[in-house]
Antibody, heavy 119, light 113 residues
Framework: EVQLLESGGGLVQPGGSLRLSCAAS????????MTWVRQAPGKGLEWVSG????????YYADSVKGRFTISRDNSKNTLYLQMNSLRAEDTALYYC????????????WGQGNLVIVSS | DIVMTQSPDSLAVSLGERATINCKSS????????????LAWYHQKPGQPPKLLIY???TRESGVPDRFSGSGSGTDFTLTISSLQAEDVAVYYC?????????FGQGTKLEIK
């Protein structure tokens, strides 16, 4: 069974940093692109960032470009999202998701990890 | 960016009745090279992460009941639930995966009447 377990979220002050992790199991992690999608409280879904199988290609939403960095460690089956210069509008539940063989299709998703940016 | 707009924002349907959700993209999500619509549907049940239901606008993901169907092409798409079950209560999202940034509709909340 595919499992994705996010961690690393919490409360951080504006301008601060956090690193999210997503531990994957139940599939050959290194064979699949991965992605982060976030959901602000009571709001819809916003794609944040994606990374290719080997990590050589990364993609970002304009809202996080230059502040967030996606990476992966295939030896540890783990996906990361380094978030710097955090803003109140980054407050959200952050999901990691496995991309299917077709780029841009996400399934399954983790349970999500809450990030709150507030003073 | 491709803007995805769903209608209605919320919908109440009786058990066993048909539910229809619409999704419109600000530009075509068809790739001419393969004539495929890069449009997916997800649902998100309360307290759970989203789950993929349909891709290529009309292909059901493995394990998705056949009461769920997708249709449409180009910029206008529809998700239909032929006979609503209690477990279908959720927020439904369309998503385009034609181009970066991938974008979702604002969601349609489906409830039981």
């Amino acid at each position: 069974e595919v499992q994705l377990l996010e961690s690393g979220g919490g409360l951080v002050q504006p301008g601060g940093s956090l690193r999210l992790s997503c531990a994957a199991s139940g599939f050959t992690f290194s064979s699949y692109a991965m992605t982060w999608v976030r959901q602000a409280p009571g709001k819809g879904l916003e794609w944040v960032s994606g990374i290719s199988t080997g990590g050589g290609s990364t993609y970002y939403a304009d809202s996080v470009k230059g502040r967030f960095t996606i990476s992966r460690d295939n030896s540890k089956n783990t996906l990361y999202l380094q978030m710097n210069s955090l803003r109140a509008e980054d407050t959200a539940l952050y999901y990691c998701a496995k991309e299917l063989e077709v780029a841009g299709l996400f399934d399954p998703w983790g349970q999500g990890n809450l990030v709150i940016v507030s003073s | 960016d491709i803007v995805m707009t769903q209608s209605p924002d919320s919908l109440a349907v009786s058990l066993g009745e048909r539910a229809t959700i619409n999704c419109k993209s600000s530009q075509s999500v068809i790739y001419s090279s393969n004539n495929k619509n890069y449009l997916a549907w997800y649902h998100q049940k309360p307290g759970q992460p989203p789950k993929l239901l349909i891709y290529w606008a009309s292909t059901r993901e493995s394990g998705v009941p056949d009461r769920f169907s997708g249709s449409g092409s180009g910029t206008d798409f529809t998700l239909t639930i032929s006979s609503l079950q209690a477990e279908d209560v959720a927020v439904y999202y369309c998503q385009q995966y034609h181009s970066f940034p991938y974008t979702f509709g604002q969601g349609t909340k489906l409830e039981i009447k």
